[in-house]
């Protein structure tokens, strides 16, 4: 006797046409309301890094871009290439601009609203590096010695009990004030000069800032690095939520180690930092080493995202309630593992594991 129709197999066949049919459709990418062609950007570091790898990735897809940096000379040279990678010398603003000058960063705003009337992306990337030791940074060392051991009977010992003098001191402050003004105030001023008319001038804005993991996660050889940059973002994310409701799509990304220039740099100078893959540091954390093109990669798929609320599970009801729907992600970190050491820093496993292989990339196991 055949089959009956309403036989529960019937039902099962039934359930994935009838869980498609009920799906709810994604939301139309950014890249379908500001197409790539016609997006207005603009690049706040665009002489070197992370900077200029997206004004060549921007160059290919055509975009209006406006390069800014302090140096006039190297934004010269990144036009030129930009150029190379099929960019139209008409679409292209060079503006020599410091990020932590008011006058210069209004310079910025009047070139790119007189050349475009406004811009769809924005990019915080300018940075500065400082990988010292705080306290060899003001002149005293800690290590094992034979001699004055501390009364705790701790195995390190700082090589002057007594303290830094005023110049190693001295040091100290103007690391952090010189680190402080482009990573910190310069991320303030560029929110505060660019926000209104990025939300009033675009049909899907969007604010890049390129942040670290230092900024998440304590990291040794960081320390004014990681305050500094943490202090950044923690503005961007102050601001996303004082700025609800502008229509701005904020999107912090927070990398590891960038395999390019930027550690061999100082606060000072382009040369002299310290580059931990140059050093014979015996360990394997070289496999979480992004590449440039990497970060290119999740910068424009996270900024090419719908930053309206999807839901959760796509299916009814869920996707009827309003609270089973988020927005992307405002926050990334790359590789996932940091994502996951964010996370547990301040448990057990922070101080048994994270920590030990914190110090174990940047060579301070050992020592004692």
């Known amino acids: 006797m055949p089959t009956s129709i309403t036989s529960p197999l019937w039902a099962l066949l039934a359930i994935p046409i009838l869980l498609r049919l009920l799906k709810s459709k994604p939301l139309p990418s950014r890249e379908s309301v500001v197409p790539p062609s016609d997006e207005r950007v603009v690049l706040l570091g665009a002489s070197s890094g992370v900077g200029r790898d997206l004004a060549y990735a921007y160059a290919k897809r055509g975009a209006k871009i406006c390069l800014v940096a302090r140096r006039s000379d190297v934004l010269e040279k990144v036009k030129a290439e930009c150029i190379d990678f099929g960019a139209r010398e008409e679409d292209l603003i060079i503006v020599p601009a410091d990020i932590t000058s ?16 406004g811009l769809d992306t924005l990019h915080i990337l300018a940075g500065l590096p400082s990988t010292s030791l705080l306290m060899d940074l003001a002149g005293v060392q800690l290590n094992k010695q034979e001699q004055n051991k501390p009364p705790s009977g701790a195995p390190l010992s700082f090589s002057n009990t007594a303290g830094p003098s005023k110049d190693g001191l001295d040091k100290v402050a103007l690391e952090a004030r010189t680190v402080s003004e482009v990573n910190y105030v310069g991320t303030i001023l560029a929110l505060s ?18 942040s670290s993991v230092a900024a998440t996660v304590p990291a040794p050889h960081r320390v004014i690095y990681a305050a500094t940059k943490s202090a950044g973002l923690m503005a961007v994310e102050s601001c996303r939520v004082e700025c609800e409701g502008c229509g701005v799509r904020f999107f912090s990304f927070c990398p590891g180690t960038i395999d390019n220039e930027f550690r061999l740099k100082t606060s000072t100078s382009q040369t002299g ?92 196991i050992g020592r004692a």
């Not at 008011?102 to 009337?117: F, G, P, Q, Y």
């Not at 009801?317 to 996932?336: Q, R």
């Open 102 to 117: 008011t006058e210069d960063l209004i310079k910025v705003r009047e070139a790119v609203e007189k050349a475009w009337s």
């Open 193 to 210: 000069c660019f926000l209104p008319l990025l939300a009033s001038t675009s049909k899907s804005p969007a604010l890049h800032h390129l």
């Open 273 to 364: 930092g310290r580059d931990e893959t140059k050093l014979p540091i015996k360990h394997k954390w070289e496999k979480l080493l992004l590449s440039p093109q990497k970060v290119i990669d999740i910068i424009l798929y996270n900024l090419s995202l719908s930053p309206k609320a999807q839901p959760i599970i796509p299916y009814p009801p869920f996707l009827w309630i309003k609270s089973f729907s988020v927005p992307p992600k405002h926050l990334v970190h790359a590789p996932w593992q940091y994502r996951l050491a964010m996370m547990v820093r301040d448990s057990p496993i922070g101080w048994a594991y994270i920590e030990p292989g914190a110090r174990r990339k940047y060579g301070l």
